[in-house]
């Protein structure tokens, strides 16, 4: 599974997401900023960004 904790770009922000699917994860990560935090330009370097804080999860509960 990967994960995107959207606090690691945008502090304070509790959200997360995770799927199987790196595609997915920055589709909803990419949502996510739309929506929140009212982004209208997702520019190459914040899709880079959340590329780059995209990590695995451990073992889920």
């Not at 994860?25 to 995209?54: N, P, Y």
Request: hydrophobic share 35%; proline share 2%; charged share 35%.
């Amino acid at each position: 599974m990967k994960e995107f904790h959207c606090g690691s770009l945008v502090p304070g922000c509790d959200w997360h997401t995770r799927h199987e699917d790196e595609a997915e994860v920055m589709r909803r990560a990419v949502e996510h900023l739309r929506t929140t935090h009212g982004e209208t330009i997702i520019r190459e370097s914040m899709l880079d960004a959340i590329r780059s804080k995209i990590t695995r999860s451990g073992e889920a509960a």
